[in-house]
């Protein structure tokens, strides 16, 4: 069982930059693989991106890459989301996951909000 709790969110002017957080509890977390998810109103939720759970390997969406750069740090059971060059429509409620298979995720946490201004 893993508990994640997302931090960093936010408002900020498009162009500007926000880091989240995910705080995983348990003793395994390096054992998972993680991603990172937002859904927009009225949309559906949305790969933002995913990280093994080496950090060897990472993987975005072609809406964010060049943008957005995951990474994690096991010592400290974290996942962060950098997030550059920010836009209007990066507006959304961020959720990371965390799953044992790379793409099937089975525990989420409550989201973060990102509310980006033009």
């Known amino acids: 069982q893993v508990q994640l709790v997302e931090s960093g969110g936010g408002l900020v002017q498009a162009g500007g930059s926000l880091r989240l957080s995910c705080a995983a509890s348990?003793?395994?977390?390096?054992?998972?693989?993680m991603g990172w998810f937002r859904q927009a109103p009225g949309k559906e939720r949305q790969f933002v991106a995913a990280?093994?759970?080496?950090?060897?390997?990472?993987s975005y969406a072609d809406s964010v890459k060049g943008r957005f750069t995951i990474s994690r740090a096991n010592a400290k059971n974290t996942v962060y989301l950098q997030m550059n060059s920010l836009k209007p429509e990066d507006t959304a409620v961020y959720y990371c996951?965390?799953?044992?298979?790379?793409?099937?995720?089975?525990?989420w946490g409550q989201g973060t909000q990102v509310n980006v201004s033009s």
């Open positions: 348990g003793r395994t977390f390096s054992s998972y693989h």
């Open positions: 996951a965390a799953g044992v298979v790379a793409g099937v995720y089975a525990y």
């Open positions: 990280i093994s759970w080496s950090g060897g390997s990472t």
